[in-house]
Structures are given as structure tokens and as C-alpha cells.
């Protein structure tokens, strides 16, 4: 596995990537990451990413987008994008415990019927539809969706390879519409942050999760996730 960090020139973008990038759109930064991956078939996407923005000394945004991205092989650099692009392969001990960030869109099949097919429902919004709505903004709303985002992370980190000792950070909720050239229907998807701290608990099965990633929505920038050593 790599894992890289890539910048842009902003200046090598057209107008409408422009706008679109620095407002957080998906679709164009998943369209322009793949021009590192020149002779891979479209059908093979080789990668998985996370977009931010950049910070200044001062902890405040500096307005400029960038990307972490793991991948099964090497970016090729182009001109118009900085990339660092390293090997990955941490040694990982059962017990050790890591600083995480994901991001991640949380869904959960719900039966349609008899004789209909399920169909994936967003975690975060099937716990708020219960309250009135007069209260969705209420703390009890709140307090109820942000469980709802732990216990979907929780319930599938045995299977991820981790477990999580203390409940991580949850924020920055958001509902996406990326918009389709062809006027189409919108994609529709959401994403939620998580940050804390796991423990390793299958170093290999850790290893797999690192380069598949978590849950759906990995074309658009979910499922990337990020560790680091905690100082001792």
C-alpha cells in the first residue's frame, strides 16, 4: 500500500473545477485524482481518499484543498499536482494503540417489504426521524444521532481488526448531492467525521482495512483511514 498527501495548483484547475474543489465536491476531486493513475481502467479505481483544508500557523483554514490518498500503487506526478507519495506498511502489535481519524458514511440495510429489496438507510438520520419535528435540533436529537454514528463504528470494529476503548469524536455530519453532467438524478450520500483512539486488535486484519478502507460512499471521499503513534 502508499499513502500520499497531494496538492493542487489551483491555477492549473478550469473555473468550474476551481469552485467546485474548494467547495468540497467529491465527484471533481475523485475526476481529477485519477489523472495520477494514467493506465488504470476507470472499472479498477486503485485508491481511496480524504480531502481537507489546509491550515495556517494559526490553526485557521488557508482556503487551499488537500488531499490524503491510499492507494495498491505509486502516484505517477503531473504537472499541476504536488504529490508526496511514500510506502505504507506498518508494523502493527496486538494491544497497541493508535490516534485515528475517518471519515466515514454510515448506513445500515432496512427490509422494504415482502418480496421488495432492502435498501440503505443513513444511520444518523433513521435516529433523528423518531423525534417530532420540533425537535430534531434539540440535545436529546443530537445526543441520539452522534450514538447512533458510535455504535455503526463500533459494531463493525471486530471485523475491522480494532477495537475502540473510548467513544471517538463525532462531528462535521453533512448530506451531499453531487450533481451528475448528464442532469440526471443527484447522488445522494452522507458523511460524518470520527477522531479518537483504537487498539489494535488483528494487526493483519488492520493491515486489510487500512487498503480497503470503511463502508461505502469511497468514491467520494469516505472510508480513508488515517492512524498515528500516541507519544508514550
Not at 438507510?121 to 433523528?128: N, P, Y
Not at 434539540?138 to 459494531?155: F, G, I, K, P
Not at 451528475?180 to 487498539?199: F, M
Request: proline share 7%; aromatic share 10%; with cysteine.
Amino acid at each position: 500500500m502508499y499513502l500520499s498527501s497531494v496538492r493542487l495548483d489551483l491555477n492549473s484547475l478550469t473555473r468550474a473545477e476551481l469552485f467546485d474543489v474548494l467547495e468540497g465536491g467529491a465527484y471533481t476531486a475523485h475526476q481529477l485524482l485519477w489523472r495520477l493513475f494514467p493506465d488504470i481502467p476507470k472499472g479498477e479505481r486503485p485508491f481511496i481518499f480524504r480531502q481537507e483544508m489546509e491550515e495556517d500557523a494559526n490553526g485557521k483554514s488557508a482556503g487551499l484543498p488537500r488531499f490524503y490518498v491510499g492507494s495498491n500503487r505509486p502516484l505517477e506526478p503531473i504537472e499541476g499536482f504536488d504529490v508526496q507519495c511514500k510506502p505504507f506498511d506498518p508494523q502493527l502489535a496486538r494491544g497497541e494503540r493508535l490516534a485515528f481519524r475517518l471519515r466515514a458514511n454510515p448506513t445500515v440495510a432496512k427490509p422494504a417489504g415482502e418480496g421488495r429489496r432492502s435498501h440503505r438507510a443513513d444511520v444518523l438520520m433513521d435516529a433523528r426521524y423518531p423525534f417530532p419535528k420540533g425537535e430534531r435540533t434539540s440535545q436529546a436529537c443530537v445526543e441520539a444521532m452522534d450514538a447512533a454514528a458510535w455504535h455503526w463504528l463500533d459494531e463493525r470494529a471486530e471485523s475491522l481488526g480494532f477495537s475502540l476503548p473510548v467513544k471517538p469524536e463525532v462531528g462535521a455530519y453533512r448530506q451531499h448531492a453531487l450533481v451528475k453532467k448528464d442532469g440526471g438524478q443527484p447522488i445522494r450520500y452522507s458523511s460524518v467525521d470520527y477522531e479518537g483512539l483504537l487498539e489494535v486488535a488483528d494487526p493483519e486484519r488492520l493491515r486489510e482495512t487500512l487498503h480497503d478502507g470503511i463502508g461505502r460512499a469511497k468514491a467520494f471521499g469516505c472510508g480513508l483511514l488515517l492512524l498515528r503513534r500516541v507519544p508514550e
